[in-house]
Every structure is written in C-alpha cells, then in structure tokens.
Nanobody
Framework: QVQLVESGGGSVQAGGSLRLSCAAPGEVISNYCLAWFRQPPGKEREGVVTIDSDGSTSSADSVKGRFAISKDNAKNTLYLQMNSLKPGDTAMYYC????????????????????WGQGTQVTVSS
C-alpha cells in the first residue's frame, strides 16, 4: 500500500504564498507520475500541476506563472509552491501518484491515479 502524506496547508491573504509538501516512498517519488489536484467547495476535483518521472511538468492555465511543482528524490518529497494566491485558489489540495503505464502524465485525469493523500486545506482571503 502506497501512502502519501501531505502537509503545509493553511490560511493566507490574497497575494501571499504557501508551499505544500507530500511525503511518499522513494520509488514513487522517483518513478511515478505525480500530481496535485484541488477541490474547491461545492465543485469537482480538478488537476493543478503534474510532474513526470523525467521531471517534465505541466500546469493548468489557471495557475501558470503562479504555481510550481517540484520533487526532491533524496528527501522522498513532492512540493507545490503557490505564489500570488487568489481567493479562487481556496480548496482542499491533494497529491496523487500512479505509474501510469501507457498514459500521458500531463493529461492524466484524476480517475487514473491510484494513490492519494488525505488532503490539506488552503484558504485564501481577500
């Protein structure tokens, strides 16, 4: 069983920054497609950013230039750096992982990810 453990959520004013972390087994961090999803109140879960095993990344248009995904293989940790936060970024944020054999990491929808963290709340006030 793969366990993903998120941390780093909280409350911040618009324009502020937060960094989320997701601890996972080393093999997962190094070799899986990794992603951050979010679910705003009353809405469906949506993809935010992805990072493939080769380090290539993709971002949703709504966060391009503001959010960045990265990973540290030595620390077995995935990160989401969020800058210039807006009230519309308020959501529960989840890290996700999957080997995604035969699928493209950047386009992968939530239903393809087998492993999920418990979620961490991010609240941005105006």
């Amino acid at each position: 069983q793969v366990q993903l453990v998120e941390s780093g959520g909280g409350s911040v004013q618009a324009g502020g920054s937060l960094r989320l972390s997701c601890a996972a087994p080393g093999e997962v961090i190094s070799n899986y497609c990794l992603a951050w999803f979010r679910q705003p109140p009353g809405k469906e879960r949506e993809g935010v950013v992805t990072i493939d095993s080769d380090g290539s990344t993709s971002s949703a248009d709504s966060v391009k230039g503001r959010f960045a995904i990265s990973k540290d293989n030595a620390k077995n940790t995935l990160y989401l750096q969020m800058n210039s936060l807006k009230p519309g970024d308020t959501a529960m944020y989840y890290c996700a992982a999957d080997p995604l054999t035969g699928a493209h990491c950047a386009d992968a929808p939530a239903r393809l990810f087998a492993y999920w963290g418990q979620g961490t709340q991010v609240t941005v006030s105006s």
